[in-house]
């Protein structure tokens, strides 16, 4: 069983950074794929970016590709999410993930089925 709590959301202004955290409880978070996902209201969560259990490989949505980095720290039990550039589009509800990572090609843990454990959220907010 995994814990996720993420924090760091809040109000941002266009061409501006926010940095999200997600804290995992348990003693496997290193073998767990963690992903973001966002989602705004009367929409489908949307994926944004996940990271393999080394922190080896990456991969990110096309629209936000360039502008955030997804990074881990396995001794803190930690998956951030830096994002730069902020558009008024990146608002939504950010949403943490983790799954056992399988060894599965990084682009198929795009998909919201393939996570185990969720976060509760964190809303960012960009404004103009």
Known sequence: QVQLVESGGGLA?????????????????SSYVMGWFRQAPGKEREFVSTI??????TYYADSVKGRFTISRDNAK????????????????????????????????MSMAE????WGQGTQVTVSS
């Open 13 to 29: 202004q266009a061409g501006g950074s926010l940095r999200l955290s997600c804290a995992a409880s348990g003693r496997l978070f």
């Open 77 to 108: 039990n930690t998956v951030y999410l830096q994002m730069n550039s902020l558009k008024l589009e990146d608002s939504r509800v950010y949403y943490c993930a983790a799954a056992a990572d399988l060894g599965m090609r990084i682009a198929t």
């Open 52 to 57: 393999n259990w080394s922190g080896g490989s």
């Open 114 to 117: 393939k996570y185990n454990y």
